[in-house]
């Protein structure tokens, strides 16, 4: 049997009607915004998944390399080296005398003089007597910490062959020898006439040559590493 409206109940349930198929529009709605937004979440997830991953991929292979190096440090042995020999001065030679100073010594050095036939020291000055012979000289004390500068000049010299330098505590000068003889080239560094410098290597020209009543110095600085010498020429 069909159910039969009066005209007011058939209006009641129109606007009935209308009024659900509103509610269901809605909630379509809403649902497909619900929808929309739990694909971007799970996209967002996905992201982050990968990013995840990617960081724990990384941390492992971190943390492989570190063993790696890790191992091969260990199997590494520090390298020693075993002291230079010292060559045993030859008879009738002088030793420079081993002693430290506790600062710089600003009084006159003594000079260790192989054989006083060739020069002898009057004060502050080293007198050359042997016009043919050579004459390398030592000063006292040893410099093993601080900083030193030596200073001279060269007056009336017979010959062109004079020098200024250092020299290792181990090196022995002879009567009538230069620097470099006797095995000292290694141990000596010097500063020639001509401007040229001699050490282990090759021979250095191009400084400024050494003239007569020119002061000329050496510095060291025992205190760094590497240790330092400065030639200075006229204070330059």
Same mark, same amino acid.
């Given at each position: 049997?069909?159910?039969?409206?009066? =005209?007011?109940?058939?209006?009641?349930?129109?606007?009935?009607? #209308? &009024? @659900?198929?509103?509610?269901?529009?809605?909630?379509?709605?809403?649902?497909?915004?619900?929808?929309?937004?739990?694909?971007? !979440?799970?996209?967002?997830?996905?992201?982050?998944?990968?990013?995840?991953?990617? !960081?724990?991929?990384? @941390?492992?292979?971190?943390?492989?390399?570190?063993? *790696?190096?890790?191992?091969?440090?260990?199997?590494?042995?520090?390298?020693?080296?075993?002291?230079?020999?010292?060559?045993?001065?030859?008879?009738?030679?002088? &030793?420079? &005398?081993?002693?430290?100073?506790?600062? @710089?010594?600003?009084?006159?050095?003594?000079?260790?003089?192989?054989?006083?036939?060739?020069?002898?020291?009057?004060?502050?000055?080293?007198?050359?007597?042997?016009?043919? =012979?050579?004459?390398?000289?030592?000063?006292?004390?040893?410099?093993?910490?601080?900083?030193? *500068?030596?200073?001279?000049?060269?007056?009336?010299?017979?010959?062109?062959?004079?020098?200024? =330098?250092?020299?290792?505590?181990?090196?022995?000068?002879?009567?009538?020898?230069?620097p470099s003889q006797s095995g000292n080239k290694?141990?000596?560094?010097?500063?020639?006439? #001509?401007?040229? @410098?001699e050490h282990i290597g090759d021979y250095i020209? =191009?400084?400024?040559?050494?003239?007569?009543?020119?002061?000329?110095?050496?510095?060291?600085?025992?205190d760094i590493a590497p240790r330092t010498l400065?030639?200075?020429?006229?204070?330059?």
């Amino acid at each position: 049997m069909k159910k039969l409206f009066s =005209g007011e109940e058939a209006e009641y349930e129109i606007k009935k009607y #209308d &009024q @659900l198929k509103r509610r269901v529009d809605t909630t379509l709605s809403e649902l497909e915004i619900q929808k929309t937004k739990i694909n971007q !979440s799970q996209k967002l997830v996905s992201v982050f998944q990968q990013q995840v991953e990617t !960081s724990q991929s990384e @941390l492992t292979r971190l943390t492989t390399e570190v063993q *790696r190096l890790t191992s091969e440090l260990s199997k590494l042995k520090p390298i020693t080296t075993s002291p230079k020999q010292q060559s045993k001065p030859e008879p009738k030679r002088q &030793q420079i &005398q081993q002693s430290v100073p506790p600062c @710089l010594n600003t009084n006159i050095p003594q000079g260790i003089i192989p054989d006083k036939k060739h020069c002898y020291q009057e004060g502050s000055k080293i007198i050359h007597t042997d016009k043919k =012979g050579c004459s390398t000289v030592a000063f006292n004390p040893v410099l093993s910490s601080g900083i030193a *500068r030596f200073e001279g000049y060269f007056k009336d010299h017979p010959n062109s062959y004079f020098i200024i =330098g250092i020299a290792d505590s181990s090196a022995v000068f002879g009567s009538n020898e230069s620097p470099s003889q006797s095995g000292n080239k290694k141990k000596t560094v010097c500063y020639w006439r #001509d401007g040229g @410098l001699e050490h282990i290597g090759d021979y250095i020209p =191009g400084n400024s040559k050494i003239e007569e009543n020119r002061t000329v110095s050496c510095e060291v600085n025992m205190d760094i590493a590497p240790r330092t010498l400065t030639f200075f020429y006229e204070n330059q």
